[in-house]
């Protein structure tokens, strides 16, 4: 774990402005324009990234598809690959410290679960699909006698990865290490406000000996860049994590383009659903709490709509509301902070926004609803919960990505597979029970790609993740990511 000392020592380490990275080396955008890098810890300007543009894409893909076609990458053995990525995840780790805390600078989380969620997490998706590679077969079809069919697996060309900003290095290793390992090049087109764990990222695969233009990173405006990148010919494939009115915008770019696949994994209105017979109501409170207020509700998966059984609801509210008030917001490089920031002015006024209208619409404030910590000049938002919310309310329907839970109370079973299943989004979910029924019942009801059980969040890279219905399609995480960047290609051998 990380330690104050080192946070301190780090926190201030000047920046200045970050190029491009294209073609195995940092390099101005071609238009020479900067954006600012705001930290939402205190509201200042502390370093800046280059405002690349569409010819700076051109430049990356067309960079990427040379090192493809070259095929010191795509075409190496999976050992090879398997030895550079492997040098890859040691030194994520051996610079864990140093990448923590500038992702913290940049998106405001607080930092113990920056820490593990980005460099460790990261090193140890690197590190899975560095040893999956090599044990990776072709297949040989069962044809007749007078044939061979022989089914190959290749890698797809160039695949452009774009990811948000709430997690960026862990969510970008979901994509970039799968596609790499699988021979792919790539070029990442990182969130305009959380661009510099993924610019060193880069650096770092370039010094664990990849090949140039096999990682390339182009930051900017997603509307410049994204859409550059999505619209490009050259592009085999994209794979996002974002919000689902871009997802929507990748799909027309790709039909407007090339046919490029593209991999969405989407917002969430995640429901969490407590029964009367959770096994431990104090401890479901507790892990509720978390489930939807750490890293401020930035979480794709936060449970952000709480189903409660009619008949313990008071007692797990009053479990609830004290858990809730317990969190300590503040300083996200402050290892007493159970809470951060909100990753910008922007998103904090967007959050207020939904407050001000579950107010209009009828909701009971319970705690929170305010900004805090306002004289540190950066975004502090109190935990916040409203009760009475109806499945009318925008509460219940749309995705806040804040710290902002909706609570609903139901009496059977059925009605809360129903209320569960309300939402145009499927992603996560939880169920609460020590019914063993009720619980398998549950996890074959609930539309969503995940569902927990007695536990909210929490999961590891040996299992996908991602969503069903509006919250997008493919999955990132476990062996099944890896089929994404493969393409299969038939062999028919008459003997
Ligand atoms: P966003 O959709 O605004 O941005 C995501 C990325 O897309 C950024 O890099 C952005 O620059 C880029 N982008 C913006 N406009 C673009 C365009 N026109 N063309 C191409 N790219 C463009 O999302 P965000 O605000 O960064 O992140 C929050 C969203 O991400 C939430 O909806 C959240 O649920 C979702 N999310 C999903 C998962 C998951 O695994 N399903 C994980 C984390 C976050």
Known sequence: MISQNAIDTLRHTEIGTRGLFIDGAQSQGI????????????GRVFASIADGNAADVDRA??????????????????????????????????????????????????????????PLSAAGTIRYYAEAIDKVYGEIAPTAENVLG?????????????VPWNFPLMIGAWKVAPALAAGNCVVVKPPEIASLTLLRLAELAADAGLPAGVLNV????????????????????????????????????SARSNLKRVFLELGGKSPN???????????????SANGIFRNSGQVCVAGSRLLVQASVYDRFMDELVSATTRLKVGDPLDLTSDIGAVSSAEQLDKNLGFVARAQIEGARL??????????????????TIFENVTQ??????EEVFGPVLGVMRFDTEEEAVRLANSTVYGLASAVWTANLSTAHRMVRAINAGVVHVNTYGGADITVPLGGVKQSGFGRDKSLHALEKYLELKTAWIAL
Do not use: C
């Open 273 to 287: 659903i407590v029964f009367a017979a959770a096994p431990d109501l104090k401890q479901a409170a507790v892990v």
């Open 61 to 118: 893909v067309t960079s990427a598809r040379k090192a493809f076609e070259k095929g010191s990458w795509s075409r190496a053995a999976p050992a090879f690959r398997k030895k550079v990525l492997s040098r890859l995840a040691e030194l994520v780790e051996k610079h864990a410290d140093e990448l923590a805390v500038l992702g913290v600078r940049d998106n405001g989380t607080e930092i113990g679960m920056a820490y593990k969620a980005e």
């Open 392 to 397: 009318n309310m925008q509460l219940a329907r």
């Open 366 to 383: 319970v705690t929170g609803g305010e900004r805090i910590l306002a004289e540190t000049g950066g975004s502090y938002m109190a935990p």
């Open 31 to 42: 238009a020479g324009a900067t954006l600012p890098v705001i930290s939402p810890i205190d």
């Open 218 to 253: 182009v930051t900017g405006r997603g509307a410049v860049t994204g859409e550059a990148l999505g619209l490009h010919m050259d592009v085999d494939a994209i794979a996002f994590t974002g919000s689902g009115p871009v997802g929507r915008r990748l799909l027309d770019y």
């Open 150 to 162: 022989l089914i190959h697996k290749e890698p797809l060309g160039v695949v452009g990865v774009i």
